[in-house]
């Protein structure tokens, strides 16, 4: 089999790059360079040339404060291009996996949410999202939307790295304590898809949207709180951490008080379910940088 991976710098595509290897797999992949997804005729020439089965999309606009400033960018990236990429998937006869998030949920339910809840974005960044799944879903065909949040790696920027550095630095972190979500490794979600690519493999045709994400949940603050134990238990300097509201830590993107995915739908269909988010931070933590 042939996969086509996009984005290939990325801390989801680093983790699946490893994960896929050794599958039996030819795996191409694509970097901004050799695939701009700004440009469509850039996808649709790169998708014929190389006649893939399976396209992984792990590329997106992710800067979610910046998507404020340049919303129509983000939209060609996470919207328009998700679009092009399904529609050459399905001349292919392609199937198409593709990452999305939390943010398109508004976060006011009090309860995880489902694959059924209607999204209703806050920013630009939730808004692109959407709509590239939105594009994805009126084409149809072989497609796995897989929505997760609150990612991690060793690998790029993300919330670990940046907390790692700053409690070393600095003597207090005040760290958001009303946002709750799950924390997500991207390792674990390499894995995952890895599993969801064996059981496609194995006949299993559940296409559709699914929640993946690490199970169990806690705030930003917990998250810093379980970086800093780990920091701690190594003997490294660490800051003192102090709980604050969303209010007190400004953003030009407002985030969702709620981010928890539900997933049992995708343990349901796919018999594919994520360890709990401190077991894969342990596991993270554990890998060679
Ligand atoms: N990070 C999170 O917390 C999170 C949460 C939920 C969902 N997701 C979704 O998961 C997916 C992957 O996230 P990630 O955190 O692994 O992303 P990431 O580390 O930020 O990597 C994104 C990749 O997209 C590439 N890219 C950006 N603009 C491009 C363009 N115009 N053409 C081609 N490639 C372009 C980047 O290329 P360069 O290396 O050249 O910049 C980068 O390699 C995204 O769809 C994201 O929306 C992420």
């Not at 896929?20 to 649709?44: F, Y």
């Not at 045709?205 to 800093?228: D, K, M, P, V």
């Not at 953003?251 to 539900?262: G, I, V, Y």
């Not at 018999?271 to 060679?288: I, K, M």
Request: hydrophobic content about 40%; glycine content about 8%; some cysteine.
């Amino acid at each position: 089999m042939k996969t086509l991976l996009c984005g290939k710098n990325g801390q989801i595509s680093h983790e699946l790059q490893l994960s896929l290897a050794g599958q039996g797999n030819e795996l191409v992949c694509l970097s901004r360079t050799d695939m701009d997804l700004l440009e469509p005729d850039s996808i649709r020439s790169q998708m014929r040339k190389h006649a893939p089965d399976l396209i992984i999309n792990a590329a997106g606009h992710t800067a979610v404060d910046q998507a404020e400033s340049e919303p129509e960018l983000a939209m060609e990236i996470n919207g328009t291009a998700c679009g092009v990429l399904a529609e050459e998937a399905a001349a292919l006869g392609a199937a198409l996996i593709h990452f999305s998030t939390d943010y398109v949920f508004d976060g006011a339910k009090t309860s995880p949410y489902t694959e059924m809840d209607v999204p209703a974005p806050l920013g630009a960044y939730g808004n692109s999202k959407l709509a590239g799944e939105q594009a994805i879903q009126a084409v149809g065909g072989q497609y796995l939307i897989l929505r997760t949040s609150w990612v991690y790696s060793l690998h790029g920027r993300n919330f670990l790295l940046t907390m790692q550095r700053l409690l070393q630095e600095r003597e207090e972190l005040r760290v958001v304590d009303d946002q709750v979500g799950a924390p997500t490794w991207a390792g674990s979600i390499a894995q995952a898809t890895s599993q969801l690519i064996d059981k496609w493999q194995a006949g299993n045709r559940n296409w559709g949207i699914y929640h993946l994400t690490n199970q169990g949940e806690t705030s930003w603050f917990g998250f810093a709180s379980a970086i800093a134990d780990q920091l701690k238990a190594a003997g490294k300097p660490c800051a003192r951490l102090v709980p604050i509201p969303s209010s007190e830590y400004p953003t030009p993107a407002k985030r969702p008080l709620n981010s928890r995915l539900d997933g049992r739908k995708l343990a349901q269909d796919w018999q594919v379910s994520l360890p709990d988010w401190r077991t894969a931070l342990a596991e993270c933590l554990r890998q060679p940088r």
